[in-house]
């Protein structure tokens, strides 16, 4: 688990295939890797890879195939700078929201601006994500723990404040960027949760509004 507060902004150093899937090594900067032992998760973009090697200018890390085929890794280069946090203690203060490192979907950026010392974002999420994303609830973007500003279908926006623009990879973001996304855990668990023992069945449709109403949770 992460708290999706970034530590530090890292650089790709090398990929190298590995029987059709990749390991990365990737130079840390300033992450704090004391305490950092091999197995440990650390997430990067917002992806919780497991370190299994340290390197002592950072670690070393395996990309399976399906983490390549649905997250941003896979189109990684060397130089490349990614988000980085090392995994949460019972000690941690939760600044942002509770983050799995399992990324739902991919978005793409679709429109940049200045506000004053900020920037107003605009990113199209999956369609099937649209469900889990509401004004002012959170959103995970390459790892960083976000407030969602608005919703307009699948789309949503964010305001951006200078200090993450300068401590994260955003500030690096232009049109038509492809960004991992995790929405909120507690809007997943929910779902599945009101499925009651439906959840059980195997599903051939996702929660409908025909659903909910017949449960009595949205007003006809």
């Not at 988000?83 to 679709?110: F, K, M, Q, Y």
């Not at 994500?129 to 959103?139: D, E, N, Q, T, V």
Request: glycine residues 10%; proline residues 4%; hydrophobic residues 40%.
């Amino acid at each position: 688990m992460f708290t999706g507060i970034i530590q530090s902004i890292g650089q790709i150093e090398r990929l190298e295939p590995r029987a059709g899937d990749v390991r990365l090594t990737i130079t840390s900067g300033k992450l704090p890797l004391a305490g950092v032992a091999l197995g440990d998760s650390i997430a990067v973009n917002g992806v919780c890879l497991t370190a299994v090697e340290l390197t002592g200018r950072g670690f070393r890390a395996d990309i399976s195939r399906e983490t390549l085929s649905l997250t941003t890794l896979g189109s990684l280069t060397p130089g490349a700078r990614v988000n980085l946090e090392t995994a949460l203690t019972l000690s941690t203060p939760l600044g942002g929201h509770l983050v799995s490192g399992h990324v739902d979907g991919i978005g793409t950026l679709l429109e940049r601006h200045d506000d004053a010392r900020s920037w107003r974002l605009r990113i199209q999420a999956p369609d099937a994500l649209a469900r889990y994303i509401a004004p002012k609830g959170s959103i995970c973007v390459d790892g960083a723990s976000l407030t969602v500003n608005g919703v307009d279908g699948a789309v949503f926006e964010l305001n951006i404040v200078p200090h993450t623009l300068q401590e994260t990879i955003i500030g690096d973001y232009q049109v038509g960027t492809h960004v991992n996304l995790e929405v909120d855990l507690i809007a997943r668990y929910l779902e599945r949760l009101l499925l009651g023992e439906q959840a059980a069945m195997p599903q051939t449709s996702t929660l409908t509004l025909e659903f909910l109403a017949e449960h009595g949770f949205v007003r006809s």
